[in-house]
């Protein structure tokens, strides 16, 4: 069974740093690529970053470049989101999910249950 | 204010037939797949359609999908209560380059 579960989520204050980390279980971890996706409070679903399977090629979202930074370590099946310089508005729960594979294109076929991220001071 | 347009909320009774739609552009549904997310309250999204009209193992025949240019659509037949959730429409957007969603769409059952 496909597992993600999603760890590090906390109340950081405004300008602070916060490292999410995913550890997967259940498939083959170094043969995915990999996404973190937010949601505010309330809110829809925004698309984070993602990451190859090699960890070689990353994507973010244009408005999170230079502060958030998404990397792996496919020997502890881990995928990390480490994010700088957090503003009140980055407040959301945070989601890992698996970007699926010879589904006809871009799929998040799995996801974890998401981290809770408060940015207050 | 998300790339991909969908009505704010829909509403059923149980046993009745709903759609709800999906707006996008050229740039997103208009050259790609499309996908449908459902997310029950207090849970995490789960893929319910994918590649516009597949679904993934273990998701009832009552979805279906469709897409036809630059929008898409999502059907639930023989509505039931446990169907009560918020669905999000998903394209990958190539000006955008990443992927983008609607801002989803609230299911009432009544």
Do not use: H
Request: charged content about 20%; aromatic content about 10%.
């Amino acid at each position: 069974e496909v597992q993600l579960v999603e760890s590090g989520g906390g109340l950081v204050q405004p300008g602070g740093s916060l490292r999410l980390s995913c550890t997967a279980s259940g498939f083959m971890f170094s043969r995915y690529w990999l996404s973190w996706v937010r949601q505010a409070p309330g809110k829809g679903l925004e698309w984070v970053a993602n990451i190859k399977e090699d960890g070689r090629e990353k994507y973010y979202v244009d408005s999170l470049k230079g502060r958030f930074t998404i990397s792996r370590d496919n020997a502890k099946n881990a995928l990390y989101l480490q994010m700088n310089s957090l503003r009140v508005d980055d407040t959301a729960v945070y989601y890992c999910a698996r970007d699926g594979v010879g589904l006809g294109g871009f799929v998040l076929d799995y996801w974890g249950q998401g981290s809770l991220v408060t940015v207050s001071s | 204010q998300s790339v991909l347009t969908q009505p704010p909320s829909a509403s059923g009774t149980p046993g009745q037939r709903v759609t709800m739609s999906c707006s996008g552009s050229s740039a997103n549904i208009g050259s790609d797949i499309v996908n449908w997310y459902q997310q029950r309250p207090g849970t995490a999204p789960k893929l319910l359609i994918y590649s516009n009209t597949q679904r993934p193992s273990g998701v009832p025949d009552r979805f279906s999908g469709s897409k036809s240019g630059t929008s898409a659509s999502l059907a639930i037949t023989g509505l039931q209560s446990e169907d009560e959730a918020e669905y999000f429409c998903e394209a990958w957007d190539d000006s955008l380059n990443g992927p983008v969603f609607g801002g989803g769409t609230r299911l009432t059952v009544l």
